[in-house]
């Protein structure tokens, strides 16, 4: 078995056991119910099928879900508990490729991206196009299932810079990304998801504009700040910034993630967009402190010289969705970070 098949450990119980406290109001409402889920074995879809497989157990609800992958072998090796779970169905395939499957669903959560988690490793051609074949496939499979209501990850990055006179940005900033630079790829590739999903009107599809993260399962080699400075602190190295450090960036709970998007999907007004992540700022100068204060005196290294430009900013406004949904920060950062910490230094999955 490779290093990249050896068995991952669960998420944590007592996160599970939270996030089945405060779904609470919406199991009822998913008992016998089936899901539709692609990118169900990436960081957020990881999440979520633990999330099932615990309501389930504790719950006796019936949950069902069909699972899009690229690669349920390879996933059903390493999460052997999700593997083996009766509860759910595997499809290999692309978001834009992958089989209809021959049962009727009644929820579709679309979590899959066409990027990947390491830096430079996209085809931002090819990312364009897969974004736009994927959501043209997954509405049309949905649409053949049974499927009238959904919920849609997008990105922040769908507002282009954020204006430095606002400290967070709203849904109703009419910014947008620079369609001439080749680096706005991914920004308006989200942007065109959501016209699509406007635009079929026969599918109640709740949009979720989802901005930074942390908790197990987060990459820890890729074009994540938080997952690359925790990797240099368990492996005894210099945090290393690639930057200035005086980004600022805000980081919501994955447990908390899973909260907001199951209760999006069940209750929250469909046909629009919401915010998703926390509006506590912090700088990637404070975030590395943070980090090195929970794994001991480790040193940080900043690779750039401070600009004369105002720190660019990249945290959400969520009074949209504290005000329909009543959702909130579940998760201080300093108890975010921990976890994580606690995780990954007890997996075998940790940095080599």
């Not at 999440?47 to 309501?55: D, F, G, H, S, V």
């Not at 430079?120 to 897969?130: K, V, W, Y």
């Not at 919920?151 to 620079?178: F, W």
């Not at 079929?200 to 930074?212: L, Q, S, T």
């Amino acid at each position: 078995m490779r290093p990249d098949q050896k068995p991952v450990a669960a998420v944590p119980t007592t996160d599970l056991e939270r996030i089945l406290e405060l779904c609470e109001p919406i199991w009822a409402r998913l008992r016998g119910r089936r899901f539709l889920i692609t990118g169900g074995t990436g960081f957020f879809g990881t999440w979520l099928l633990e999330t099932i497989a615990a309501a389930n157990a504790a719950l006796g609800l019936g949950l069902t879900a069909s699972i899009v992958s690229r690669d349920p072998t390879a996933y059903r090796a390493r999460f052997v508990h999700l593997g083996q779970d009766p509860a759910f169905t595997w499809i290999a395939g692309s978001a834009a490729d992958f089989p209809c499957p021959s049962m009727n669903h009644d929820f579709l959560l679309h979590l899959a991206t066409a990027t990947c988690a390491r830096t430079g490793q996209t085809d931002s051609r090819l990312m364009l196009s897969a974004k736009l074949e994927g959501i043209r496939h997954v509405i049309d499979v949905a649409r053949k299932t049974g499927i009238r209501r959904a919920l849609v990850t997008s990105s922040g990055a769908v507002y282009g810079p954020q204006p430095p006179q606002l400290a967070t940005i709203p849904e109703t900033y009419a910014g947008a990304p620079d369609p001439t630079k080749p680096e706005s790829a991914y920004g308006n590739g989200k942007r065109l998801v959501e016209q699509f999903c406007a635009v079929n009107d026969d599918i109640d599809i709740v949009i979720a504009r989802c901005f930074a993260f942390v908790g197990p399962h987060l990459p820890l080699d890729g074009r994540f700040a938080a997952g690359n400075f925790i990797r240099d602190a368990l492996a005894g190295e210099p945090i290393t910034i690639h930057g200035d450090g005086t980004g600022i960036r805000s980081y919501l709970y994955v447990g908390d993630l899973i909260v907001w998007l199951l209760t999006m999907l069940i209750g929250a007004p469909g046909r629009t967009a919401y915010n998703v992540g926390s509006d506590e700022p912090i700088s990637i100068f404070e975030l590395a402190q943070r980090v090195s204060a929970l794994t001991g005196h480790t040193e940080i290294r900043i690779l750039d010289a401070p600009g004369h430009a105002p720190p660019e900013r990249y945290v959400p406004c969520i009074d949209r969705v504290r005000t329909l949904t009543g959702l909130n920060v579940f998760t201080s950062l300093d108890r975010s970070l921990e976890k994580t910490l606690d995780w990954y230094s007890g997996t075998a999955s940790s940095v080599t």
